[in-house]
């Protein structure tokens, strides 16, 4: 079945510092690959998104690549902010059953430091 | 603009009692989407309505069911609470295509005791 898997967190970084959060997924079909975040006390925001291989989804200084060759969808950012502390969610959408639905993984918290 | 409202923000039941939970979507979304979000977890489907019609379904108890109004507003109906139904519980609305960006409430943090 289609699946997520988030690295483990939290994942505590110094401002400034360089951030990696790594995806993987398993989709039967071509899925939609999307990073949503959410704030505390908040609802999940979209942060970006890609539709098909090679793609590069882009937002707020974050970025993800669609590789199909590796099934992954890693975020980044190149200098985070203290502002950027929250939970990261990798999610898919599945073309394959015309599917409606997200699949989400279990998150990343994401902690930076002044 | 009114993003994704819901209702209410905090609950608390207790186990076997019946709750009720509200959605207002974003202007211009005619598709609602309901998750549960236990914590320390991502969200997880519950169904998804569109014209009325429940028109797909996740891996939830017949306990859960759900309506959609001519206004495009949702609710989520949930009987015979058990403890283990204590979660947040999301609300998302998207225009009516698949894979159409969802916009996600600030939830309702349902607690069953």
């Known amino acids: 079945g289609n699946s997520v898997t988030q690295m483990e967190g939290p994942v505590t970084l110094s401002e400034e510092a360089f951030l990696t959060i790594n995806c993987t997924y398993t989709?039967?079909?071509?899925?939609?690959l999307f990073w949503y975040v959410q704030y505390p006390g908040e609802g999940l925001q979209l942060l970006l998104k890609?539709?098909?291989?090679?793609d590069k989804g882009s937002n707020k200084g974050f970025e993800a690549t669609y590789r199909k060759e590796t099934t992954s969808f890693h975020l980044e950012k190149g200098s985070v902010q203290v502002s950027d502390s929250a939970v990261y969610f990798c999610?898919?959408?599945?073309?394959?059953?015309?599917?409606?639905?997200?699949?989400f993984g279990s998150g990343t918290r994401l902690l930076v430091r002044p | 603009d009114a993003g994704v409202t819901q209702s209410p923000t905090h609950l608390i039941k207790t186990r076997g009692q019946q709750v009720t939970l509200r959605c207002s979507p974003k202007s211009g979304h005619d598709t609602v989407s309901w998750y549960q979000q236990a914590l320390g977890q991502g969200p997880q489907f519950i169904f998804q309505y569109y014209e009325e019609e429940e028109r797909q379904r996740g891996n939830f108890p017949d306990r859960f069911s759900g309506h959609q109004f001519p206004n495009y507003s949702s609710e989520l109906n949930v009987n015979a609470l058990l403890l283990g139904d204590s979660a947040l519980y999301l609300c998302?609305?998207?225009?009516?295509?698949?894979?159409?960006?969802?916009?996600f409430g600030n939830g309702t943090r349902l607690t069953v005791t």
């Open positions: 998302a609305s998207s225009r009516g295509q698949p894979h159409s960006p969802l916009h």
């Open positions: 999610a898919l959408s599945d073309t394959a059953d015309s599917s409606y639905k997200l699949i």
């Open positions: 989709a039967t079909g071509y899925p939609s």
């Open positions: 890609a539709t098909k291989a090679d």
